[in-house]
């Protein structure tokens, strides 16, 4: 595949991700105020999650494709006289934005398993902290197209941490009370880490592993799915049905 096929290929599906998680959570936000009330602390949590993604992934996988728009992906916006480096904002709005999301996911599983926070919960949501701490260190060269191998890989243990931590919760409670919902979010989050880790450790000398993070954002939108047909869908099949009712009378 030549170079100017990757970057379209790059394009395409980074637009069609955008536009796909945009819609379910807007379609979310829309549907959230009727959702049962067994069920909507939950969703609350798993829509909130879903917007921080959806947040920081536009400043990530967005600004990648302006990036590219504009010239090339080390191109810069001029703000207020300051050079605005497009990659490299947009890697740190999702850096943040996806420490967030797991922040929520946990306290999805909280309330949906009665859960309570203990220990390994709190080293969790401790990883997630010290993770946006290290955001602070210049060493993380927030200004370059390539992030520097090893301190990316430092910033990124927090997270693996947090999410496979989140996972293992969501895991083990959806077994043990047979729940059919939560055994694919977990699973899916697992599959995500799966993708996920390979980038982590071997980009530097494998680059071609780049390409895991299409099935991990598939991931993402796999659990945007589930959880929007658990909690949202039958919302949208009753107000059709009002709807259609008030129509005929």
Same mark, same amino acid.
């Given at each position: 595949?030549?170079?100017?096929?990757?970057?379209?290929?790059?394009? /395409?599906?980074?637009?069609?991700?955008?536009?796909?998680?945009? #819609? $379910?959570?807007?379609?979310?936000?829309?549907?959230?105020?009727?959702?049962?009330?067994?069920?909507?602390?939950?969703?609350?949590?798993?829509?909130?999650?879903?917007?921080? $993604?959806?947040?920081?992934?536009?400043?990530?996988?967005?600004?990648r494709v302006l990036a590219y728009f504009m010239g090339g992906l080390d191109a810069k916006l001029n703000i207020l006289n300051?050079?605005?480096?497009?990659?490299?904002a947009g890697a740190l709005a999702t850096a943040i934005m996806v420490t967030l999301f797991y922040v929520m996911i946990l306290?999805?599983?909280? !309330?949906?398993?009665?859960?309570?926070?203990?220990?390994?919960?709190?080293?969790?949501?401790?990883?997630?902290?010290?993770? $946006?701490?290290?955001?602070?260190?210049?060493?993380?060269?927030?200004?370059?197209? /390539?992030?520097?191998?090893?301190?990316?890989?430092?910033?990124?243990?927090?997270?693996?941490?947090?999410?496979?931590?989140?996972?293992?919760?969501?895991?083990?409670?959806?077994?043990?009370?047979?729940?059919?919902?939560?055994?694919?979010?977990?699973?899916?989050?697992?599959?995500? &880490?799966?993708?996920? #880790?390979?980038?982590? &450790?071997?980009?530097? !000398?494998?680059?071609?592993?780049? #390409? $895991?993070?299409?099935?991990?954002?598939?991931?993402?939108?796999?659990?945007?799915?589930?959880?929007?047909?658990?909690?949202?869908?039958?919302?949208?099949?009753?107000?059709? !049905?009002?709807? !259609?009712?008030?129509?005929?009378?």
């Open positions: 595949m030549s170079s100017t096929m990757k970057v379209w290929t790059e394009i /395409v599906f980074n637009i069609i991700y955008l536009l796909t998680i945009w #819609m $379910l959570t807007v379609k979310m936000l829309r549907l959230a105020a009727g959702v049962s009330p067994k069920d909507l602390q939950v969703a609350k949590n798993i829509m909130i999650a879903f917007a921080f $993604l959806a947040i920081g992934d536009t400043g990530h996988v967005g600004f300051t050079q605005l480096p497009l990659v490299g306290d999805a599983w909280r !309330k949906r398993f009665d859960g309570k926070y203990g220990v390994f919960e709190y080293i969790l949501l401790i990883a997630g902290i010290i993770r $946006l701490i290290l955001f602070i260190n210049p060493a993380n060269q927030w200004g370059s197209v /390539v992030p520097p191998f090893r301190w990316s890989l430092v910033r990124n243990i927090p997270l693996m941490i947090q999410g496979l931590g989140a996972a293992y919760l969501i895991l083990r409670d959806s077994y043990r009370y047979k729940d059919r919902t939560f055994k694919q979010i977990g699973a899916m989050i697992l599959v995500s &880490f799966i993708c996920y #880790m390979p980038v982590i &450790f071997l980009i530097e !000398k494998m680059p071609w592993v780049g #390409m $895991l993070m299409i099935p991990k954002t598939l991931a993402y939108l796999a659990i945007a799915f589930i959880a929007y047909k658990e909690f949202f869908s039958e919302v949208k099949l009753r107000m059709v !049905k009002t709807n !259609k009712i008030s129509s005929e009378i």
